[in-house]
């Protein structure tokens, strides 16, 4: 694929560049990118995944401090706003597990942008492929995951890292989720006890949110041999993941998943002509076969008749709502019990919910803008590894009404648009 418009992004041309100033030549270390991203699910067994994220950060900001003329993406700006908005929510925070949560998400969203720095960055230290290959090792433990759950059921245990945690902390859903591993949720949603995959992450909406983000991490390493993967393996992987894709019963990963392909599928099909357009529909076709000839078809028909999570989600939007009008510039900091019985706390059902409700309009506005700016400086890509990346980013703004990012997608999202934007770069 090729794009012979694509700006660079070298200081010659800031007008249309997404980066601010040129980067120093001096290689960064690979070893805290693999640690974070491609040993999550030993850090899940361990209890460790949702803390590895920020203490991995530590040696890459640490690297990066020495490091000068740093490259900066546009979109910083809105992305400086959120975190002030995040350190001006801490006034509505009213208890100490509370304030855990805060501070675990704030030392989250720090991590996050050091990571972001370090893969812009990286060049020869941190290579794209690299990077690539991390993502792609996740998304098959993922897939693998989503096995697990059918074989494990709702198997959970307390992880060596839950014994090391005071009482008090464990107060917080949050931590404690993070802190008790387990593959699956036994929930009867469509009449039948369905196990929900879940491993390695610690929700099974996480589970359907992250294979849905990973998935285009696949097909990069599909379109780049230095990923080093076999393309058979790859392919394997993805036709193996439509199964637990489909048992998750996860509208939210059907719906994302679906239309950031068909949105793949368009954009390669403007570029690549007849022949890109040809295995798009063969692909499809594929997939419709396969849900008529299996049982998947009608589990995937069953689920979409069954909207009876839909009312919830509509009086949980309504009470974030309702409850930023009460603190419309900085919010609460943290979700709150909901009032009507049953349901979740407010804030805890999508991230532009839980950003507005916890982080005020100001929060809700910086993030979403963040993510926008990004998925505008990457939409022309002169790569095929390039433009999957920019569709991880779609994916992921098609997930924020409905899915939280926290920790893990948000890591996955600042790291695709890190890798579209160096490979935009290196390839102009």
Do not use: C
């Not at 974070?36 to 361990?46: K, N, S």
């Not at 009213?94 to 060049?123: E, H, K, P, Q, V």
């Not at 909207?307 to 939007?317: A, F, K, M, P, Y």
Request: aromatic share 12%; net charge positive; hydrophobic share 50%.
């Amino acid at each position: 694929m090729s794009d012979a418009s694509v700006a660079s992004l070298a200081t010659h041309e800031p007008a249309r560049s997404p980066v601010r100033r040129r980067e120093a030549e001096a290689p960064l270390p690979l070893w805290p990118v693999t640690l974070m991203i491609a040993w999550l699910p030993l850090w899940f067994l361990l209890g460790l995944s949702g803390f590895t994220w920020v203490i991995f950060a530590a040696p890459m900001g640490a690297s990066l401090v020495r490091r000068r003329g740093l490259v900066t993406p546009k979109g910083t700006g809105w992305w400086i706003a959120f975190l002030v908005a995040v350190l001006g929510s801490v006034a509505g925070i009213d208890s100490i597990a509370r304030l855990s949560g805060w501070t675990l998400r704030f030392g989250y969203y720090i991590a996050a942008t050091i990571m972001l720095l370090y893969i812009l960055n990286g060049r020869r230290g941190v290579s794209t492929s690299a990077v690539i290959r991390a993502f792609a090792m996740l998304w098959m433990a993922t897939v693998v995951g989503g096995y697990l759950a059918f074989i494990l059921g709702d198997l959970s245990f307390r992880s060596p890292t839950a014994y090391l945690i005071p009482g008090a902390l464990l107060d917080n859903d949050l931590i404690k989720a993070l802190v008790t591993p387990s593959f699956a949720d036994l929930q009867d949603i469509i009449g039948v006890p369905v196990p929900r995959p879940k491993a390695p992450f610690p929700y099974t909406n996480s589970w359907g949110s992250m294979l849905a983000l990973l998935t285009p991490f696949g097909f990069m390493a599909l379109a780049d041999r230095r990923v080093g993967f076999s393309p058979t393996l790859v392919r394997f992987m993805l036709a193996a993941s439509v199964v637990p894709a489909v048992i998750s019963l996860n509208r939210g990963l059907w719906l994302s998943l679906g239309l950031g392909l068909v949105y793949a599928a368009l954009r390669f099909g403007v570029a690549g002509g007849s022949r890109a357009i040809r295995n798009s529909i063969a692909v499809a076709v594929l997939l419709v076969i396969t849900f008529v000839v299996t049982p998947l078809g009608d589990l995937l028909l069953t689920r979409i008749d069954t909207g009876h999570s839909n009312q919830d989600r509509t009086e949980l939007i309504t009470d974030a709502i309702e409850g930023t009008m009460e603190r419309p510039v900085f919010g609460w900091g943290a979700p709150r019990p909901n009032d009507r019985p049953g349901l979740p706390s407010v804030g805890t059902h999508g991230q532009i919910w839980f950003t507005m409700f916890s982080h005020g309009f100001v929060g809700m506005i910086g993030y979403m803008g963040t993510f926008f700016s990004f998925a505008w400086y990457t939409r022309r890509q002169p790569t095929v590894a390039g433009m999957w990346a920019h569709v991880a980013i779609i994916v992921g703004l098609l997930q924020m009404p409905y899915y939280l990012h926290v920790p893990h997608q948000l890591f996955t999202m600042f790291a695709a648009a890190a890798l579209a934007l160096r490979l935009r770069s290196d390839e102009a």
